[in-house]
């Protein structure tokens, strides 16, 4: 995996994700940027996902569902609170890190965004990740988002669906790591597995139940 670099803070999944409205003027605080959003994601590879150690991935390539649901944040003048998107990463190679630069995917707009707020979030992918990816497709489709805890639910449009549980232990808690090793990753995540990771869009497709997942917190926040 890879929460792709982004600098992330992580805390407890608390309440449910919502759809975006139009988009409404928001304070600056003087950055051209401010994006605070809880992600979570299913991969490709066995759990716990190799990626965040370093390591190589599990099956030669680290397929990814990523999803995020924004509490707060705005791009110039445009509010993003509430705004939903996603990315597929349909290619990796089969060290994350040393393919930085020649990833392939899809970000995923939400049908509920206005213009503004799309043009914000694509912004904002390209100044913290786009130089991870050799090709980014954008495109736009319904994105429902649900939680309830450590239980996550993306509905990605017909092209997507991913449904994850947190690992937990005797009592309960789910199993997290933090300090994490791997630079694109979050230095805290909360581990999972994925009970359904389909995709099936263009010639990119895959069925990954029940290998790796995780979610955490971030917020991006721009250098001006």
């Not at 590879?45 to 999803?67: E, I, N, R, Y």
């Not at 990833?103 to 991870?132: M, N, R």
């Not at 549980?165 to 009592?171: D, S, T, V």
Request: hydrophobic letters at 40%.
């Amino acid at each position: 995996m890879k929460s792709a670099l982004m600098r992330l803070c992580a805390a407890p999944a608390l309440a449910a994700g919502c759809s975006s409205g139009p988009s409404k003027p928001a304070r600056s605080g003087g950055s051209v940027y401010v994006l605070k959003a809880h992600e979570f994601e299913g991969c490709e590879c066995d759990s716990v996902c190799p990626c965040l150690f370093q390591k190589d991935t599990s099956h030669g390539d680290c397929k990814v569902l990523m999803a995020w649901s924004v509490s707060e944040g705005h791009y110039k003048g445009t509010d993003l609170a509430g705004v939903n998107f996603a990315v597929a990463i349909t290619k990796s190679g089969a060290n994350m890190e040393k393919n930085l630069g020649k990833w392939t995917g899809v970000l995923y707009h939400s049908d509920k965004s206005s213009e503004a707020q799309k043009a914000g979030v694509t912004e904002i992918l390209k100044a913290e990740l786009g130089g991870a990816f050799e090709k980014l497709e954008v495109k736009t489709v319904p994105v429902a988002i649900k939680r309830n805890g450590d239980h996550h639910e993306l509905t990605l449009g017909t092209v997507g669906s991913l449904k994850i549980a947190g690992i937990k232990n005797q009592a309960g808690a789910v199993m997290a790591i933090e300090n994490v090793p791997s630079p694109i990753a979050p230095p805290k995540v909360w581990c999972c597995l994925s009970e359904v990771n389909t995709y099936a869009d263009g010639p990119a497709k895959w069925d990954l139940k029940g290998r790796n997942a995780l979610y955490a917190e971030f917020e991006m926040v721009s250098k001006q």
